[in-house]
């Protein structure tokens, strides 16, 4: 059954390449009826974050990531980002020895998030010029890897964003990464994991 | 290895619309549209927030250059331009006389032939997987108004199980053009599942699975839709094959 899977997806992806092979020979061949296709639509941008994350029962740490926002409406987008810190030993490891070493040790998250623009606005950074903005709340889900666990995760947050430029978004965030773990007790019970951060993001 | 899938399907989604926009720039016309309302207004930026610094008169000619949700930027004859909303400027006539195309018209009916990405989340309901929480990312692709083809790629984890789930779908929305509207979904797909973090003895391992839904899709915009959805799904397992249920949320954007 195996075979017919990978079948089906190989033929998924070779109608897909054939699509996009044949997708701008399609487009010279349309009439003004249908023109609208030219219109340059802006609604993916792509940034890079960086900030501190403080993992739950552990040290604040540096943290990297990436991060794809899609605009959905005027209000409301859909946004996957990704992160990642090295963690240092906590006081209780200082003191004990540590509890888990090697690739254990590096957090990792990702989470699938919707976004709505609570307040839209200008931002007047200086004189006679205006830059769009908005204060947005997201709520989410993902994975939190941490310790040798792979936790479902809940994650909650507010930022704000700034267009620098046209195509160069600024964003900062707060959120709230909220998963069971039993890394340092032998029972599982509730964490949060905060992050806060600042991205810069190239919007297509 | 299965955490790289996550990070592929991302780039490759990522890397589509690059594609196409850089197909769209080498054409250097634009889209010329007539405005056959009393007026449209022209803001300093897409969104509600921006001053109206312009009012395009009727029988005003206009260029139109870009689309981000809900807004078209446009260029007056005077060459300045500015942001007029989707709902004023899609009742406008192109210079051939025929009424403007823009994709801004309905619900779910124009969206044959537009990908959308989107993810979902949910619990399983019932069988070995019970209580366990899951999500998805979603590609789907709708050659037709009222047919769709989505690929998901997911994870499942609960106190005592972790796993991944990929599955590609058929979806049947037959009033696609309705703001809220019934679908019908099948598929067959993958399903690996570990215990964590002791060994727990599991029926289910990396199995295959067909599985059967029900959901209703609420076109929030134009462009967003929340889906509910309720899915049975029959695992073949080494012995026999075990049932599950999941109920899930998601949301969809559409491009």
């Known amino acids: 059954m195996e075979n017919w899977i990978q079948h089906f997806l190989l033929k998924a992806g070779a109608t897909a390449l054939a699509g996009l092979l044949v997708t701008p020979v399609a487009l010279a061949q349309e009439t003004e009826s249908t023109s609208a296709h030219r219109i340059d639509s802006e609604v993916l941008d792509l940034g890079v974050t960086a900030g501190v994350v403080n993992i739950a029962d552990f040290n604040g740490e540096w943290a990297l990531g990436v991060s794809a926002t899609f605009q959905a409406t005027e209000n409301f987008f859909l946004q996957y980002n990704f992160l990642q810190a090295d963690s240092s030993p906590s006081a209780y490891e200082n003191n004990q020895g540590r509890l888990f070493e090697g690739s254990d040790r590096t957090f990792r998250h990702y989470d699938l998030l919707v976004g709505y623009k609570v307040f839209q606005g200008e931002l007047f950074a200086s004189e006679g010029r205006a830059r769009l903005s908005s204060l947005y709340a997201v709520g989410g889900v993902g994975e939190t890897r941490f310790g040798g666990e792979e936790n479902f995760t809940t994650t909650l947050g507010v930022g704000y964003e700034a267009a620098l430029t046209r195509d160069i978004l600024l964003r900062i965030d707060y959120r709230a990464h909220l998963y069971d773990s039993s890394l340092i007790a032998d029972e599982e019970r509730s964490v949060t994991s905060n992050q806060m951060s600042a991205g810069l993001s190239y919007l297509f | ?255």
């Open chain 2, 1 to 255: 290895m299965r955490r790289w899938f996550f990070g592929v399907t991302l780039a490759l989604i990522a890397a589509a619309p690059l594609g196409a926009v850089a197909d769209e720039e080498g054409k250097a016309s634009y889209l010329q549209l007539e405005v056959i309302d009393p007026y449209v207004d022209v803001r300093s930026g897409p969104g509600r927030g921006y001053p109206i610094f312009y009012v395009i008169e009727q029988g005003e000619k206009v260029d139109v250059l870009t689309r981000r949700p809900g807004w078209y930027e446009v260029r007056m004859a005077s060459g300045r331009t500015g942001w007029s909303s989707a709902s004023q400027i899609s009742r406008t006539l192109q210079t051939t006389g025929e009424p403007a195309d823009l994709p801004s018209v309905s619900y779910g009916d124009y969206l044959a032939s537009h990908w959308r990405v989107g993810f979902n989340s949910g619990q399983f309901s019932s069988g070995e997987l019970q209580s366990s929480d899951t999500f998805s990312f979603l590609v789907g692709y709708r050659p037709l108004s009222w047919m769709g083809l989505e690929a998901e790629v997911g994870k499942v984890l609960g106190a005592e199980i972790k796993g991944e789930l990929y599955s590609v779908n058929v979806l049947i929305e037959p009033f696609s053009d309705w703001r809220v509207s019934p679908l019908l979904m099948v598929g067959r797909g993958n399903l690996s599942i570990d215990s964590q973090p002791k060994l727990v003895p599991l029926e289910i391992g990396d199995e295959d699975f067909n599985q059967y839904g029900l959901g209703l899709n609420y076109y929030i915009g134009r462009n967003f839709v929340l889906r509910g959805e309720y899915r049975w799904s029959e695992v073949d397992t080494d012995d026999n094959s075990e049932s599950l249920e999941v109920w899930k949320i998601g949301f969809s954007t559409f491009f």
